[in-house]
């Protein structure tokens, strides 16, 4: 299985990723807005690809930390979506997505990333509550838990604030799973 970013070229392929793995077009629009976008972080948001097949996508988008403090805020990433086609879920293609875009943004000299998800999926990256970090979503939240937060730089989250985010992840609908 090879990683690696996304050709340009390949976005709907990418979008039709999203689409099978969550068996609706919401994923898919998102992904495909998201690649678009400006705010794409292009490095690390790898496809897995077997044989020529996609089998997944992991999406990374940049965010702003803006502080209640009024000090300069901070640059972070949200991880959304990850998508596996069914027929490669369970095999260890999401988990090996997700580590290998965690240890490039670390080795980038990334500060965090957030993610809105399951706790029993994300933890074993080390994710842990974003809330009581301080970090504060665009949008409430449904559910109220799965905000969560990786420290990438030692000691660097703390500041409490309200994470800014790329336009197609700005919509109260975004944030209700
Ligand atoms: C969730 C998803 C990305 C995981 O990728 P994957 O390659 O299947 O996962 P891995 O093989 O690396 O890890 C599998 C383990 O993750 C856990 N897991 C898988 N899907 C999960 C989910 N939706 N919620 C919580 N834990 C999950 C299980 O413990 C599973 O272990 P098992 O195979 O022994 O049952 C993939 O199943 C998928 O695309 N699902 C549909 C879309 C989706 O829900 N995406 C999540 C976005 S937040």
Not at 24 to 43: C, I, N
Not at 131 to 138: F, L, N, S, V
Request: glycine share 10%; with cysteine; charged share 25%.
């Amino acid at each position: 299985m090879l990683l690696r970013p996304i050709d340009p070229s390949e976005v709907e392929a990418v979008a039709d990723v999203h689409r099978r793995a969550f068996g609706s077009d919401v994923e898919a629009d998102l992904a495909r807005a998201l690649m678009l976008d400006d705010g794409f972080v292009r490095t690390l948001s790898f496809v897995a690809e077997d044989g020529g097949r996609l089998l997944g996508h992991v999406l990374f988008s940049r965010s702003w930390l803006e502080r209640d403090d009024g000090e300069p805020g901070f640059p972070l990433l949200v991880l959304a979506p990850l998508a596996v086609v069914p027929e490669s879920q369970h095999e260890g293609v999401g988990t090996t997505l997700v580590e290998a875009a965690i240890a490039l943004a670390r080795e980038s000299g990334e500060i965090g990333m957030l993610v809105f998800g399951d706790p029993a999926y994300y933890g074993r990256f080390g994710f842990t509550d974003a809330w009581a970090k301080g970090i504060r979503t665009p949008h409430p939240t449904e559910p109220t838990w799965g905000w969560q937060a990786l420290e990438l730089a030692e000691c660097v989250l703390g500041p409490s604030g309200i994470l800014r985010v790329a336009p197609p992840l700005d919509a109260p609908e975004m944030w209700i799973a």
